[in-house]
C-alpha cells in the first residue's frame, strides 16, 4: 500500500526545475513531473507530525503555499537522512519524502496537492 502524490496546476502535473528517481516506484530514467508515490510504511511519522486524523491525506486539495510551513515544520523534526532500505520505517526516510514535496510546494506555491 502507498500513496500517489501529485502537485497540479489546472489539473495537470507540474513539471520541476529538479529531475528526480526516487518513491516506492518510479519511472526508470527519472522524471520532473511533480508526482512522488511513498510507502505507507512512514505513515506513523505523518500522523503524529504532520496531522493526527489524516495523515499525509492533510495535504490533499491544499495549495502549495499553505503546507510549506507544516511540512517544514515536520522536516525539521523528522530530518531528511535516508536509511540503505527506502522501506525501512525511519523519521529520515519519512522526512525526505516530505522535503520533496517541501521543495515542490515551494516552486509551486499556486499548484494542489492531489493524492491516492
Not at 18 to 23: A, D, S
Not at 56 to 77: F, H, M, N, P
Request: net charge negative.
Amino acid at each position: 500500500m502507498s500513496y500517489d502524490i501529485d502537485l497540479k496546476k489546472d489539473g495537470i502535473t507540474c513539471e520541476s526545475k529538479k529531475h528526480r528517481q526516487e518513491g516506492g516506484t518510479y519511472q526508470i530514467g527519472g522524471t520532473k513531473e511533480t508526482s512522488l508515490n511513498i510507502t505507507y510504511n512512514y505513515s506513523f511519522f505523518y500522523y503524529n507530525f504532520l496531522d493526527k486524523e489524516k495523515g499525509i491525506r492533510w495535504l490533499y486539495g491544499k495549495q502549495g503555499k499553505d503546507c510549506v510551513e507544516r511540512l517544514s515544520d515536520a522536516v525539521e523534526t523528522l530530518g531528511t537522512d535516508r536509511y540503505k532500505d527506502y522501506w525501512a520505517e525511519t523519521p529520515g526516510n519519512a522526512g525526505h519524502a516530505l522535503n520533496i514535496l517541501l521543495e515542490w510546494a515551494r516552486e509551486f506555491q499556486e499548484a494542489i496537492f492531489d493524492g491516492d
